[in-house]
């Protein structure tokens, strides 16, 4: 089983709310791009929170409109052993420096956990960080018991903190 890394902390000075996934699934990775899978909700989710049709944009827009919306993008795991892209397959898993990271950002005001294991792992490093923390329901095609208008309306939270 190989070993798989994260992406660089997508983030700037500004960034007010941190957007944490688990660890970027097999087409990301191959893309080296952040929610590459077509049928993953990430980018439409999103766009409903922040007022914006991402997914009709290409990546550099997408990722334009997230830095103009304060929004930051990384991962709780730094690396860990994964056949697939299923959160349940990871195994041995390094965490990234959440805590670091959240220190560093003086606006920052929330951070986002995308899915259960996302959620799981940064609440436990980031629980004294004195910013608010949102467990969500994963945007990815693999959560299908949750139906997308109440994903919409639960990611519509990350709006409240970007006022």
Do not use: C
């Not at 929004?71 to 690396?79: E, F, H, Q, V």
């Not at 670091?100 to 003086?106: G, K, V």
């Not at 995308?114 to 994963?138: D, E, F, H, T, Y």
Request: hydrophobic letters at 50%.
């Amino acid at each position: 089983m190989a070993r798989k890394s994260s992406f660089a902390p997508f983030v700037a000075p500004d960034t007010r709310v941190l957007i944490l996934g688990t660890l970027p699934g097999e087409r990301s990775l191959a893309e080296q791009r952040y929610y590459a899978h077509p049928q993953n909700k990430f980018w439409h989710l999103v766009g409903k929170a922040i007022g914006k049709d991402l997914q009709s944009l290409d990546y550099e827009a997408r990722i334009a409109a997230l830095r103009a919306a304060k929004i930051g993008l990384w991962d709780t795991i730094a690396s860990a052993r994964r056949e697939g892209s299923l959160d349940t397959a990871i195994r041995e898993i390094a965490h990234n420096p959440l805590a670091e990271l959240a220190a560093s950002l003086p606006a920052l005001r929330a951070v986002a956990f995308n899915g259960v294991k996302s959620a799981a792992i940064g609440m436990r490093l980031l629980a004294n960080s004195g910013v608010a923390l949102l467990p969500l329901p994963s945007s990815s095609p693999a959560n299908a018991s949750i139906r997308l208008a109440d994903k919409e309306k639960l990611w519509g939270a990350l709006a409240d903190f970007l006022a």
